[in-house]
């Protein structure tokens, strides 16, 4: 099994700490194999097996319609000896009132506690009535470039061949694992992603013009890394002799969300040093869910850079934000605590331009500023904004 050590010392961080450790991220990213990781860690630090109960409460393994006590019940059966017990609930948020068996767990018994989930009700309201101040939320991603090239050490490509691989196929760990050639990785995103519109979205909001909110996320999957507005959608529905309100579409953007499908970008205004709530941008959990909904388009690799890149900040624990500096834009402005960093991401330096460089320049701050490029030959510095190669930045200690 391959280590994913980004969690991993995130959750030994939080081990026996009387916090639920929660786990969110799309299905197949991971969540999973990252609880096995740490039912292996502690069973090398000497916890005992049987104080370590592992329950993945999936339709499959479950009765529908499986109640919070009956889940309360059924792990507090299994608490036989003294002593702390390590919990491990996969794909809890498929069991109604989830919080409150766990809630009451962490109250009435020793226990440590970690749980994973895919969806919505993971992050229902009912968190903040029954577990305020009582958990620590994780967001899992699929792989980041690193973590890709330690899944393929075994390859013989190079990592020229591999970053090109990522770009194209994308960081799901079950693709990764494989030898497979474009149009199988793309076939197995494909049952990813329905299985998540399935189960996640349509079935659990009812939704009967299953033709229609297809088109509206084709439309999102598009328009990644551009600024629209639901209004912007429901014109272009219109134009097309379809009707749907705003109000539909926001909440369409939603249930998108909260499936860990799309993540939402606000815009900054630098000058007024505030968050703005209009013409926010989307990227999608993973840039082989446009590929395999839309097919390879090599003119297309821009935004994807983009949506790379706004993951990579994500991971390091970065808000991350579209700048807006009067008329110019700024692709992200990342924050975290009292740092910052600027980034522009293009595929190539334009060569009769340095309009990337030049909204950098007119940012009158001493914080770090990058133009991010797939360009071979682009590299240096440039009275302070660094220009470096997609490899380099992804696979930087640190900004």
Known sequence: MI??????????????????????GIRRCGKSTILEMLRDDLLKNGIAAEHIISMRYTSEDFDDGMTDKAMYQGIKEQMTGDGRYY??????????????????????????????GSNSKLMSSEISTYLTGRYISIPVYPLSFAEYLDFKK??????????????????????????????????????IYNSVITNDITKRHNITNFELF????????????????????????????????????YNYLEWL???????????????????????EKFY????????????????SIAAMLENIVYFELR????????GKNETKE????????????????????PEESDREIANLLEIRDHYPKYVVTLDELAAGNINGVKIVHLSDFLLAADY
């Open 284 to 299: 999608l959990a993973d840039v082989s869910l446009k590929f395999c909904i839309m097919g390879f388009n090599p003119k």
């Open 330 to 349: 700024i692709d992200f402005v990342a924050v975290k605590r009292d740092e910052r960093i600027y980034v522009q991401v293009c595929h190539r330096l």
């Open 3 to 24: 280590i994913r050590p980004q969690y991993m010392d995130r959750l030994k961080t939080y081990r026996d700490v009387p916090l639920v450790k929660i786990l969110a």
């Open 214 to 249: 297809n088109r509206v996320v084709k439309y999102i999957v598009e328009n990644v890394g551009k600024t629209f507005s639901a209004n912007a959608i429901v014109k272009f529905l219109k134009s097309e002799g379809r009707s749907l309100s705003v109000e539909s579409v």
């Open 87 to 116: 919990l491990l609930l996969d794909e809890v948020q498929e069991i109604d009132g989830w919080e409150k068996a766990v809630n009451s767990l962490l109250e009435n018994a020793d226990t440590d506690i970690y749980v994973t």
């Open 315 to 322: 991971r390091r624990g970065y808000e991350v934000y579209i």
């Open 257 to 279: 969300e909260k499936a860990f499908v799309i993540y939402r970008c606000q815009r900054y205004d630098l000058q007024r040093k505030s968050v703005l709530k209009t013409q």
């Open 154 to 191: 075994q390859s013989s490509q190079s990592p020229k061949e591999l970053l090109n691989e990522y770009i194209r196929m994308g960081g799901f760990p079950i693709v990764a694992l494989g030898s497979f050639d474009q149009y199988s990785a793309y076939q197995i995103v494909e049952g």
